[in-house]
Structure formats: structure tokens, C-alpha cells
């Protein structure tokens, strides 16, 4: 079956630092690959997307390209801010399309 | 007003308790998901329906059941409330794409 791995955190990080967050995955076929963020006390909402290999999802700073030789999907920001402070989901959606898989969330700290 | 609604936000309540958890929509989406998330799984996937007729389960629907009410309605049971089911529960709905999902504000329900 489709599965997600993501690295462990909690990632403490310093503003302004650079930020990278490690995703993999397994599947069959060719799958669309999502970083989904959470907010504290809010629901996921979804930060970037690919849909095939070699494209690269980007949004507010944040950028990932989707790699099929490597299985990754690893998401980057050159500049974290205090507000970047989250937990961040790899989650991928099968060829059947018909719903996602989630990795287990990496939380975020950014310190002033 | 939010697209996704869900009902209760929190909720405390004891082992063999029947409980109800709502959600409601205004996105005018077909497609309506049941997650929990606990620390470290990320989000796994209880069930999911793809309009009023369909109702599917999902990798964890053992001790839940679900009831689509209406297109923008999608209600989530615990017949017999356990102390495992302690978790952030939330609903999420799509369009026939499923390529975004978007989620509510989540339920903290605690079995005590």
C-alpha cells in the first residue's frame, strides 16, 4: 500500500535560518504529493502540491519538487520567519485518486 | 463564516458513552472525510463518503460509524466510547478532483 515517511521533529530553528523538512514515500503508479501545514488550534490547510515528476510546488516562500528517482518530496524555505512555527504534513494521493495518505507530521519551531 | 464546520470542539466524556461529532460544510463539495490524528501518526483515515449514497471506511473504522445526513452533512458515532479513542478528530471535504481537501477546525474528544 501507499505510505509516507517523514522526519521526526520537533526542527527548532532560529529565524531567518533555512529550514528543510525531509519527506519519502512509497507507491504504486504515479502519485500527486502534497505538503498540507496546521497552524496551532486550526485544521490542515494545504501549502503547495505536485502532481508529476520533476514539477516543483512552491507557495509563500516555501518549495518542493517532486523527485520519482529518489521517492522524495522535501519541502524548503531559505528564510523562516516566527510565524512559519507549525506542523507540517507530506501526504500523497494514489493513482486511484480517491483519497490521501499522510506522513506523521513534522512540528516546526521558530525562535526570534 | 468557516467553509467547514465541526461540532463539538472539545468534548470529555466516559468510557461506554455513545458520542456524536458533526460536520457541516458550505463548500458545496461532493466528497466529505472523517481523520484522527494522534501525536506522531499523523492523520488516518476512519471514513469517507463521495456523495449522500456512498459512505466507505477507511484504514481505522473499527468501533466508528458514520452517517452522510445531506450533501453538506457528515456525522461521525462512537457507539461504545474506550479510552483509545482519545484523539483530535477532524472532517474534511473535497471537490470530484480530490486534488485539495479542506479541513475543519478539528474536535478534541477525551475518554476518560
Known amino acids: 500500500g501507499n505510505s509516507v515517511t517523514q522526519m521526526e521533529g520537533p526542527v527548532t530553528l532560529s529565524e531567518e535560518a533555512f529550514l528543510t523538512i525531509n519527506c519519502t514515500y512509497t507507491a504504486t503508479g504515479y502519485p500527486s504529493l502534497f505538503w498540507y501545514v496546521q497552524y496551532p488550534g486550526e485544521g490542515l490547510q494545504l501549502l503547495l502540491k505536485?502532481?508529476?515528476?520533476?514539477d516543483k510546488g512552491s507557495n509563500k516562500g516555501f518549495e518542493a519538487t517532486y523527485r520519482k528517482e529518489t521517492t522524495s518530496f522535501h519541502l524548503e524555505k531559505g528564510s523562516v520567519q516566527v510565524s512559519d512555527s507549525a506542523v507540517y504534513f507530506c501526504?500523497?494521493?494514489?493513482?486511484?485518486?480517491?483519497?490521501?495518505?499522510f506522513g506523521g507530521g513534522t512540528r516546526v519551531l521558530v525562535k526570534p | 463564516d468557516a467553509d467547514v464546520t465541526q461540532t463539538p470542539r472539545n468534548r470529555i466524556t466516559k468510557t461506554g458513552k455513545r458520542i456524536m461529532l458533526e460536520c457541516s460544510q458550505t463548500k458545496g463539495h461532493d466528497r466529505m472525510y472523517w481523520y484522527r490524528q494522534d501525536p506522531g501518526l499523523g492523520l488516518r483515515l476512519i471514513y469517507y463518503?463521495?456523495?449522500?449514497?456512498?459512505?466507505n471506511k477507511g484504514e481505522i473504522s473499527d468501533g466508528y460509524s458514520v452517517s452522510r445526513q445531506a450533501q453538506a452533512k457528515f456525522s461521525l458515532s462512537l457507539e461504545s466510547a474506550i479510552p483509545n479513542q482519545t484523539a483530535l478528530y477532524f472532517c474534511a471535504t473535497s471537490d470530484s478532483d480530490g486534488s485539495e481537501q479542506f479541513f475543519g477546525p478539528g474536535t478534541r474528544l477525551t475518554v476518560l
Open positions: 501526504a500523497l494521493r494514489g493513482a486511484a485518486g480517491n483519497k490521501l495518505t
Open positions: 463518503s463521495f456523495d449522500v449514497k456512498d459512505i
Open positions: 505536485a502532481t508529476k515528476a520533476d
